[in-house]
């Protein structure tokens, strides 16, 4: 580090020109002697001079084009560095040789990779819901900003019915195996192309592309009628139903308002008896 340091006065902000200053001198080493000798015996010889200075010239040329190509490696492993320090993914990874500097770039290469898992870990974990699997609220909203502007899309929120009534009479754990197997309903009746959340609580958020509302309340019937079939809930004579809520909207702009009037969907289910699914009133309906 002694020399590395010394000689940061030469390029401080470049390291291979700094190595190429370094190499140069070397190189003219041979043609600096043979000039100095010359002028000490006061004679000059052209013949020699000449082609000592050509191949000073081409070893120099040689020099610089290799020295930069060995420092490929090092190039490549700041560059996948910076990539990692600005949050950025890293795929390609060139493989490096059995020397100090391909050892340096696999290592980094391996950094890089293992960054790379451990943040998608992270993002993917603060966006699910830990009891139930699905996205949380977080990661509903960030999948559903990727909606393609004007693409027409169907909002549900749906919402289990007497729930709170689960949790007091059952306990805790069996309204959290009823939220599990909800969920895994929910899985099975909705297409993988649909966003599928856990809103908060016992409510739910479904993010339907391509759906009008008329299409996606015939895809949650069938839902409702399944959980009719085979019903669900600690009680037999009680099954597990739920309340919907649909609206409508074309591209991500529209999730908040398209949100509010789900919600007061929700709410007209609710209070038209629950078990039910109900269109948003104050939208003009698509064909």
Same mark, same amino acid.
């Given at each position: ?30 043609l ?6 010359q002028?000490?015996?006061g004679?000059?010889q ?7 200075l ?5 070893g ?18 700041s560059?996948?560095l ?6 950025? $993914?890293?795929? #390609?990874?060139?493989? !490096?040789? +059995?020397?100090?500097? %391909?050892? @340096?770039?696999?290592?980094?290469? *391996?950094a /890089? ?9 992270l993002?993917?974990? $603060?966006?699910? #819901?830990l009891?139930? !699997?699905? +996205?949380?609220?977080? %990661?509903? @909203?960030?999948?559903?900003?990727? *909606?393609? /502007? ?17 949790n ?23 297409r ?17 592309p ?78």
């Amino acid at each position: 580090m002694r020399f590395y340091l010394a000689t940061r006065f030469l390029f401080p902000r470049h390291f291979h020109l700094r190595i190429f200053t370094i190499c140069f001198v070397a190189v003219h080493l041979p043609l600096i002697a043979f000039v100095t000798s010359q002028v000490a015996l006061g004679e000059w010889q052209w013949q020699v001079f000449v082609p000592l200075l050509l191949a000073t010239l081409a070893g120099t040329l040689a020099a610089i084009y290799a020295l930069g190509a060995l420092l490929e490696p090092i190039r490549r492993a700041s560059a996948m560095l910076r990539a990692v320090q600005d949050g950025q $993914a890293v795929t #390609d990874i060139p493989a !490096g040789g +059995r020397d100090l500097a %391909g050892e @340096l770039l696999d290592s980094v290469g *391996l950094a /890089a990779l293992a960054t790379n898992t451990r943040i998608s870990q992270l993002r993917d974990a $603060a966006e699910r #819901d830990l009891l139930t !699997g699905l +996205r949380n609220r977080r %990661g509903f @909203l960030d999948a559903a900003a990727h *909606l393609r /502007a004007g693409t027409r899309a169907t909002l549900a929120l749906v919402d289990i019915d007497f729930f709170k009534r689960i949790n007091d009479i059952f306990g805790h754990d069996e309204g959290d195996m009823v939220l599990q197997e909800f969920s895994h309903r929910l899985g099975e009746t909705m297409r993988r192309s649909d966003l599928v959340a856990r809103w908060g609580g016992e409510e739910f958020a479904i993010l339907i592309p391509g759906m009008g509302p008329r299409e996606a309340r015939a895809l949650i019937e069938r839902l409702r009628t399944a959980l009719h079939d085979r019903p669900i809930g600690p009680n037999p004579e009680e099954p597990v139903t739920f309340s919907c809520g649909l609206s409508f909207l074309r591209g991500p702009e529209q999730i908040a308002v398209a949100m509010q009037r789900a919600d007061k969907a929700l709410y007209t289910a609710k209070r038209g008896g629950r078990d039910r699914i109900e269109l948003d009133a104050e939208l003009e309906l698509p064909a």
